[in-house]
Structures are given as structure tokens and as C-alpha cells.
């Protein structure tokens, strides 16, 4: 029973690794193919500020430091996003490698709980648990 009941969780957290890998890899799938779209919208990183609510809190000099290390950011997000379409078959090997790692993993796990329900029953014995050996007399 416990056996089953070991493999039945490892099972389950397997197709919810598979269904967890699945979605990540759409989303990061249709966020690298439509990041060509925001190409134009690298030069606007240059333009972002705190919130109002921020600046009294944050001294003048490192939102201009912030400001200014966006700005110098800009061509290489730029380029990044210019990129990007290229990346979708690398991110598809990568979340193939991830998933094939994470279902080994939770197959030692299940590995692992097999054994030590094993080692439990064996401690626990088939009949000869804590009192087996022991007779009591009702004399």
C-alpha cells in the first residue's frame, strides 16, 4: 500500500514538473517571438524615472546614477530585442535539458521513498514487531 501510495506522489509531481515546463516554455516562447515587435521601444529606457512616491526617499544623485546607467543600457537592449526570435530554439533545448533533469531527479526520489518504505517494513518486521519475542503470563 505504502509502495503505491510513494509512486502515485511521484507520479503526480511528475506531470505537474510536465505541465509547469509546458507553460514556461510557451510563455517564454511567445514573449522571445514577439520581442522583435518591441524593438522601437528601447530608446524610451532612457526616459524612465522613480515614482513620486520614491523620489523623496531616494537621493538626487543615484536616480541620476540609475538614469543614466539605463540610458547607456539602451542600445544593448536594443539589440537584444532585435535578436530575440533567434533564441527560441535555444530556450526550447533548455527547457527540454531542464525537464529531463527534474523527472530524473523525481524518479530517485521515488527511488529513494521505494527503498525506505522498504527499510520501514523490515523494521517493523512481518509479525515481529515490539512485542513478538516477549510472552506475557497470566498466571
Known amino acids: 500500500m505504502f509502495y503505491a501510495l510513494t509512486w502515485f506522489v511521484v ?17 517564454a516562447i511567445w514573449s522571445v517571438l514577439n520581442a522583435g515587435g518591441l524593438a522601437g521601444a ?5 526616459g524612465i524615472r522613480l515614482p ?33 526570435p533567434a533564441l527560441a530554439d535555444g530556450v526550447t533545448i533548455a527547457t527540454w535539458v531542464l525537464w529531463g533533469l527534474g523527472s530524473v531527479l523525481l524518479v530517485l526520489l521515488g527511488i529513494g521513498l521505494h527503498l525506505l518504505v522498504a527499510l520501514w517494513r523490515r523494521h517493523s518486521g512481518n509479525g515481529s514487531g515490539p512485542h513478538a519475542g516477549s510472552s506475557i503470563s497470566t498466571g
Do not use: C, I, K, R
Open 11 to 27: 507520479v503526480a509531481l511528475l506531470a505537474l514538473w510536465t505541465l509547469l515546463a509546458w507553460a514556461l516554455h510557451a510563455v
Open 42 to 46: 528601447a530608446p524610451g529606457v532612457g
Open 52 to 84: 513620486d512616491w520614491l523620489e523623496p526617499w531616494v537621493p538626487p544623485e543615484v536616480a541620476q546614477w540609475v538614469s543614466q546607467v539605463l540610458a547607456g543600457l539602451a542600445p544593448m537592449v536594443e539589440n537584444l530585442l532585435q535578436a530575440a
